[in-house]
């Protein structure tokens, strides 16, 4: 992902406002929300090309980040999912530090054990779940090795 594209961030108000302190503040106003710790995420649209960038809640694994892919229990996955699936190669921003990264579906031995670390910081994930048939996935997102060590934004 290059640093000189334009980032489309979510279009939904809530969101894009939670993006807009963040990115002001560098996390300083918006890392905690609700209580749970939020990460900035960007990915490629799957159609489109273009980077989207949103805010989630994360927990940690090791040193993997996890976010969930709820949608408030909506029957069909976020479209940022749809779009790691096609390209895992993202980006994370927590707080001020940018970082590249690969994401991929926690697999279905992990998914009970991440759900449990997820569940403990957003315990509504459990009420989602229960208003869906799908599975609610679990993503990890793991920060690439190969890349340098921190991309500043």
Same mark, same amino acid.
């Given at each position: 992902?290059?640093?000189?594209?334009?980032?489309?961030?979510?279009?939904?108000?809530?969101?894009?406002?939670?993006?807009?302190?963040?990115?002001?503040?560098?996390?300083?106003?918006?890392?905690?929300?609700?209580?749970?710790?939020?990460?900035?995420?960007?990915?490629?649209?799957?159609?489109?090309?273009?980077?989207?960038?949103?805010?989630?809640?994360?927990?940690?694994?090791?040193?993997?980040?996890?976010?969930?892919?709820?949608?408030?229990?909506?029957?069909?996955?976020?479209?940022?999912? @749809?779009?790691?699936?096609?390209?895992?190669?993202? +980006?994370?921003? *927590?707080?001020? #530090?940018?970082?590249?990264?690969? !994401?991929? &579906?926690?697999?279905?031995?992990?998914?009970?054990?991440?759900?449990?670390?997820?569940?403990?910081?957003?315990?509504?994930?459990? @009420?989602?779940?229960?208003?869906?048939?799908?599975? +609610?996935?679990? *993503?990890?997102? #793991?920060?690439?090795?190969?890349? !340098?060590? &921190?991309?500043?934004?």
């Amino acid at each position: 992902m290059l640093e000189a594209e334009e980032v489309i961030d979510s279009p939904r108000e809530m969101v894009r406002a939670h993006l807009l302190k963040y990115l002001a503040t560098d996390g300083d106003e918006g890392f905690i929300w609700n209580g749970a710790p939020t990460l900035l995420l960007t990915t490629r649209g799957r159609r489109s090309q273009r980077l989207r960038r949103t805010a989630l809640i994360f927990g940690r694994h090791n040193d993997d980040y996890l976010v969930v892919g709820s949608r408030g229990g909506a029957p069909k996955h976020p479209l940022w999912i @749809e779009n790691l699936l096609v390209d895992p190669k993202v +980006i994370i921003q *927590i707080r001020a #530090s940018v970082f590249p990264a690969m !994401a991929r &579906v926690a697999t279905p031995s992990e998914q009970p054990e991440f759900w449990q670390v997820m569940t403990k910081i957003w315990p509504a994930y459990d @009420e989602y779940q229960k208003k869906t048939e799908r599975q +609610i996935p679990i *993503i990890v997102l #793991s920060i690439a090795k190969d890349e !340098a060590a &921190v991309v500043q934004s």
